[in-house]
């Protein structure tokens, strides 16, 4: 039976994983080859990120997360922090 790595997304025979990692599901299970040479998981490389409609267009930091932290400037309907 093969399982799937979750660093390296190879499907990889069984003995590929220490007994510890072959209990991980496939999204936290790491292969012997990525654990030793330190490869993250592919669901820490590819986070979520906010778009450019939550950023300030004057300084460029996300905007809060409250509504009462926001401005909406009516003449250009845009929200600055």
């Given amino acids: 039976r093969v399982k799937i790595c979750g660093a390296c997304e190879r499907e990889l025979p069984k003995d590929s ?5 072959g209990r991980l ?6 292969c012997k080859d990525c654990l030793a040479g330190g490869t993250e998981l592919v669901l820490m490389k590819t986070g979520r990120t906010r778009s450019e409609e939550d950023e300030c267009p004057i300084c460029n930091l996300p905007l809060p997360f409250d509504d009462g932290e926001v401005m909406l400037k009516v003449c250009c309907m845009k929200k600055l922090c």
């Avoid at 994983?17 to 990692?21: A, D, I, K, L, V």
């Fill in 25 to 30: 599901r496939q999204s936290m299970r790491r």
């Fill in 17 to 21: 994983f220490s007994e510890e990692q």
